[in-house]
């Protein structure tokens, strides 16, 4: 059985940061973690994902901004969010991606398992 349990998120004004976590309990092989967002009557987008091969893929409107890095040690996977912007505004979910190819890690059907999410709110 996979739990993940998102926190880290808050209101911050533009150009500030963010570290969101995750902290989940995977009792099986994972082969993908990732961070996704969403904002209401749109649909959920990947932003970062981390292969078990060691791979990461950002969504281009994060590139240079935002890091995802996990700690095995503490089966804890974080987002670091530098520089964000108004349009970062939306609720985060981390995923977990258990028994599958993770081709593809920032499409939304590579993963079957999600946390509840965090709501991250940027202000201009």
């Known amino acids: 059985q996979v739990q993940l349990m998102e926190s880290g998120g808050g209101s911050v004004q533009a150009g500030g940061s963010l570290r969101l976590s995750c902290a989940s309990r995977?009792?099986?092989?994972?082969?993908?973690m990732g961070w996704f967002r969403q904002v209401p009557e749109m649909e959920r987008e990947g932003v970062a994902a981390?292969?078990?091969?060691?791979?990461?893929d950002y969504a281009d409107s994060v590139k240079g901004r935002f890091t995802i890095s996990q700690d095995n040690a503490k089966n804890t996977l974080y987002l670091q969010m530098n520089n964000l912007k108004p349009e970062d505004t939306a609720m985060y979910y981390c995923?977990?991606?258990?028994?599958?190819?993770?081709?593809?890690?920032?499409?939304?059907?590579?993963?079957?398992?999600w946390g509840q999410g965090t709501q991250v709110t940027v202000s201009s």
């Open positions: 995923a977990a991606g258990v028994g599958r190819d993770c081709i593809t890690p920032l499409l939304r059907y590579e993963y079957n398992y």
């Open positions: 995977i009792t099986s092989s994972s082969i993908c």
């Open positions: 981390i292969v078990s091969d060691g791979s990461i």
